[in-house]
């Protein structure tokens, strides 16, 4: 028995191939093939578009998928499915950083536009129509929503008088003069999988498992261990310095005036950290990288 997984083509594509790597699994992509492997005998991987991968899964021709809230509740605002889709794993990740995008209003820094009661009677466009007609039918405000087929920053003023477009950054839109008026949903990547899968015992083990596995590499993303041996008489003036995911592990040595600290702090206070806690009477400081972290 395999497991269908669907992994999302596109802007997130590399982003979810590391975040697997960490999680322990290497999936290798061909550019002539739309089914990578994966060195997990378990797991069939196919490449979908994350605009598709909701009503694949919906459908049952997957398993299980990766894909953004944005694309399952579009998919959703076009009626019932086939089964149903539940989400096994929140997975806060994009294809530039480890967060969140948002989908946004904007239209042209010099246009008549100011608030989302303004566009009354307008033309967006967006790839992201579905959810975008219930964003303005909840204001009660009538637009005409278009599919943009993309490069959809570039359409105002000419092709559409606003825009409904992913960002992370907002940097494109700076870019092409655009200003942003009101977010229409954020959107981060969710492991969603069918009722039928989840109602196969084994499928329903190995997508927890994946969905583990993945959980715990975002949560080791930009943490690093940290193992130090320093006199008891110190002790405290130490762990005073030291952040915890939980509390500091405290060993005793073979020696009873010592003891060994193991703790686990944000890579980028490490810099700062490390020398403040040799002054304060640390010893054979290790810093160590960290690729999953199960809480």
């Given at each position: 028995m395999t497991l269908k997984l669907g992994i999302p083509k596109g802007s997130l594509q590399d982003s979810t191939i590391q975040l697997f790597q960490r999680?322990?699994?290497?999936i290798y992509v061909s550019t002539r093939s739309y089914f990578p492997?994966?060195?997990d005998p378990e797991i069939d991987c196919m490449l979908i578009r994350a605009q598709e991968m909701a009503r694949y899964v919906c459908d049952g021709v997957l398993d299980?998928?990766?894909?953004g809230q944005d694309w399952i509740r579009e998919h959703q605002l076009g009626g019932p499915g086939k089964h149903t889709l539940t989400s096994v794993a929140d997975l806060i990740y994009a294809k530039q950083s480890f967060g969140k995008v948002r989908w946004v209003l904007a239209a042209?820094?010099?246009?008549?536009f100011k608030t989302p009661t303004d566009f009354a009677g307008a033309t967006i466009a967006t790839e992201l129509v579905r959810v975008t007609k219930a964003y303005f039918d909840a204001l009660n405000v009538n637009v005409n929503v278009e599919f943009s087929w993309g490069a959809t920053e570039v359409k105002?003023?000419?092709?559409?008088?606003?825009?409904v477009e992913a960002t992370e950054t907002g940097s494109t839109l700076r870019?092409?003069?655009?200003r942003i008026i009101d977010t229409v949903m954020e959107?981060?990547?969710?492991?969603?999988?069918n009722d039928l899968s989840l109602a196969d015992p084994w499928k329903r083990t190995k997508i927890e498992n994946v969905a583990l596995l993945l959980r715990a590499a975002i949560e080791a993303q930009g943490r690093v261990g940290i193992m130090l041996n320093v006199r008891r008489d110190d002790l405290e003036r130490v762990l005073a310095l030291?952040?915890?995911l939980q509390r500091p592990t405290i060993s005793s040595l073979s020696d009873e005036d010592w003891v060994a600290v193991n703790t686990i702090i944000e890579e980028k206070t490490v810099r700062d950290l490390i020398p403040k806690v040799k002054a304060a009477g640390g010893q054979g400081i290790v810093e160590y990288p960290l690729n999953k972290i199960v809480v």
């Open positions: 999680a322990g699994f290497t492997s994966i060195d299980a998928g990766l894909t042209p820094e010099d246009s008549r105002p003023p000419v092709l559409a008088d606003a825009i870019a092409n003069r655009l959107s981060n990547t969710q492991l969603i999988a030291l952040p915890a």
